[in-house]
């Protein structure tokens, strides 16, 4: 009897090998290059090589179109954009809705811009041709499919090229345009391009963080090659001017991202514990950083290293199950809104603010994300990983479902 009930585990065990196999997208997306017999570099075959700008500016055109249409097709317009950032913006106690205010007033900003005559401008053109050979020029220094050099504690520090191509296009955009929509939409289109570029191998790379995470001993790696590449990870993350975290980095490679990661996630248990008061139900932990929840009678994932914002500690929403559209259509609001607000006449000081408090909703959380992309990779979801690239953004990374 007993051999019968040995022999039925493990008929059922084998019968469940997608359950510990790695998904055949990841087998087709990273490659472990070794040298000797040692991992030298981790690759990312969904990145793509060469570099256009014309994916954003199609993008930024066609989503200003299209919200123009709305502004003026629907009376509503603006209520709804208010309703839509009401729970957030009130949040940091914004009862009076100033900040609600400045983005509506941005918004309104660009309802009546003439998009076709921006983007068809001769000059818009060849100063976009101009960023595109130098931005070109400084990516060519860096291999797109690395993301994770483990022999090099300094690989990514290194490389860190792409923001003097940004101070040297605003200067130009300074002298060649008089037509004030004209250089705030080039300013702004300049500065989006260098970070989406930047920010494209950090959703990769927290995409592989999942399974680092997850899956470490369905790798084939031994376990000192994969603190090497967390080490790789957070070094990439380095600012450019930050050479003493770099010297940190290089003193401690063989367990500099291990510790700098696992700080992060006894951060993020820490914010969970002091934030259960505000969910009706915790459900599963789904890695390092998501977490599932009922928050005011919706079913979401929370973001568990990333906030709400910059005034408010509470985990930002990652994802709702309920009405999984919401959160890609609030940060397309405010994505436009950074661009409207360039053209308020409001103090500098104020627009800072305002700019810095949008942006705090959406940017650092949709690069953390990528865990949550791989995540839903590794359960076979392919509609949940194409609602996580609508919230993501970023038109230079087209090849992410395999």
């Given at each position: 009897?007993?051999?019968?009930?040995?022999?039925?585990?493990?008929?059922?065990?084998?019968?469940?090998?997608?359950?510990?196999?790695?998904?055949?997208?990841?087998?087709?997306?990273?490659?472990?290059?070794?040298?000797?017999?040692?991992?030298?570099?981790?690759?990312?075959?969904?990145?793509?090589?060469?570099?256009?700008?014309?994916?954003?500016?199609?993008?930024?055109?066609?989503?200003?179109?299209?919200?123009?249409?709305?502004?003026?097709?629907?009376?509503?317009?603006?209520?709804?954009?208010?309703?839509?950032?009401?729970?957030?913006?009130k949040s940091m106690g914004d009862?009076?809705?100033?900040?609600?205010?400045?983005?509506?007033?941005?918004?309104?900003?660009?309802?009546?811009?003439?998009?076709?005559?921006?983007?068809?401008?001769?000059?818009?053109?060849?100063?976009?041709?101009?960023?595109?050979?130098?931005?070109?020029?400084?990516?060519?220094?860096?291999?797109?499919?690395?993301?994770?050099?483990?022999?090099?504690?300094?690989?990514?520090?290194?490389?860190?090229?792409?923001?003097?191509?940004?101070?040297?296009?605003?200067?130009?955009?300074?002298?060649?345009?008089?037509?004030?929509?004209?250089?705030?939409?080039?300013?702004?289109?300049?500065?989006?391009?260098?970070?989406?570029?930047?920010?494209?191998?950090?959703?990769?790379?927290?995409?592989?963080?999942?399974?680092?995470?997850?899956?470490?001993?369905?790798?084939?790696?031994?376990?000192?090659?994969?603190d090497l590449i967390y080490s790789?990870?957070?070094?990439?993350?380095?600012?450019?001017?930050?050479?003493?975290?770099?010297?940190?980095?290089?003193?401690?490679?063989?367990?500099?991202?291990?510790?700098?990661?696992?700080?992060?996630?006894?951060?993020?248990?820490?914010?969970?514990?002091?934030?259960?008061?505000?969910?009706?139900?915790?459900?599963?932990?789904?890695?390092?950083?998501?977490?599932?929840?009922?928050?005011?009678?919706?079913?979401?994932?929370?973001?568990?290293?990333?906030?709400?914002?910059?005034?408010?500690?509470?985990?930002?929403?990652?994802?709702?199950?309920?009405?999984?559209?919401?959160?890609?259509?609030?940060?397309?609001?405010?994505?436009?809104?950074?661009?409207?607000?360039?053209?308020?006449?409001?103090?500098?000081?104020?627009?800072?603010?305002?700019?810095?408090?949008?942006?705090?909703?959406?940017?650092?959380q949709r690069i953390t994300e990528?865990?949550?992309?791989?995540?839903?990779?590794?359960?076979?979801?392919?509609?949940?990983?194409?609602?996580?690239?609508?919230?993501?953004?970023?038109?230079?990374?087209?090849?992410?479902?395999?």
């Amino acid at each position: 009897m007993r051999m019968n009930l040995t022999a039925i585990v493990l008929t059922f065990l084998l019968a469940l090998p997608s359950a510990f196999a790695l998904p055949d997208a990841f087998q087709k997306r990273f490659k472990f290059v070794k040298k000797d017999g040692k991992l030298v570099e981790v690759r990312d075959a969904s990145m793509t090589a060469g570099f256009s700008i014309r994916p954003y500016v199609e993008f930024i055109k066609d989503n200003l179109k299209k919200e123009q249409a709305l502004m003026n097709s629907k009376s509503d317009y603006f209520m709804e954009v208010e309703e839509l950032l009401a729970e957030d913006f009130k949040s940091m106690g914004d009862e009076k809705g100033d900040q609600t205010q400045i983005v509506v007033d941005a918004l309104k900003a660009l309802r009546d811009i003439d998009v076709d005559a921006i983007f068809e401008n001769p000059q818009f053109k060849q100063y976009i041709e101009k960023i595109e050979i130098k931005m070109g020029d400084a990516l060519n220094s860096l291999n797109p499919f690395v993301i994770a050099r483990v022999d090099n504690s300094s690989y990514f520090y290194k490389r860190a090229v792409t923001y003097q191509v940004v101070k040297w296009g605003l200067d130009l955009a300074r002298k060649i345009f008089s037509s004030v929509p004209i250089l705030n939409t080039a300013s702004y289109v300049l500065v989006k391009v260098e970070k989406l570029i930047r920010e494209r191998r950090e959703f990769h790379q927290n995409m592989l963080m999942h399974y680092l995470e997850n899956h470490e001993s369905e790798l084939g790696l031994e376990k000192e090659e994969v603190d090497l590449i967390y080490s790789s990870i957070q070094e990439s993350r380095i600012p450019w001017f930050a050479f003493w975290e770099s010297n940190a980095a290089k003193q401690g490679w063989d367990k500099y991202g291990v510790n700098k990661f696992y700080t992060n996630v006894r951060m993020a248990n820490t914010r969970l514990r002091a934030n259960r008061s505000r969910y009706s139900r915790s459900g599963s932990r789904l890695n390092f950083a998501f977490q599932e929840v009922v928050e005011n009678n919706e079913n979401v994932i929370v973001n568990l290293f990333d906030t709400n914002d910059m005034f408010n500690s509470k985990p930002a929403v990652a994802y709702n199950l309920d009405n999984p559209q919401k959160i890609a259509r609030k940060r397309m609001i405010l994505q436009l809104a950074g661009l409207g607000m360039s053209f308020l006449s409001l103090p500098s000081w104020i627009k800072d603010i305002a700019d810095g408090y949008i942006k705090s909703h959406y940017e650092k959380q949709r690069i953390t994300e990528g865990s949550l992309f791989g995540y839903f990779e590794s359960q076979g979801e392919t509609l949940m990983q194409e609602e996580i690239i609508k919230q993501y953004q970023n038109p230079f990374d087209v090849n992410l479902i395999l």
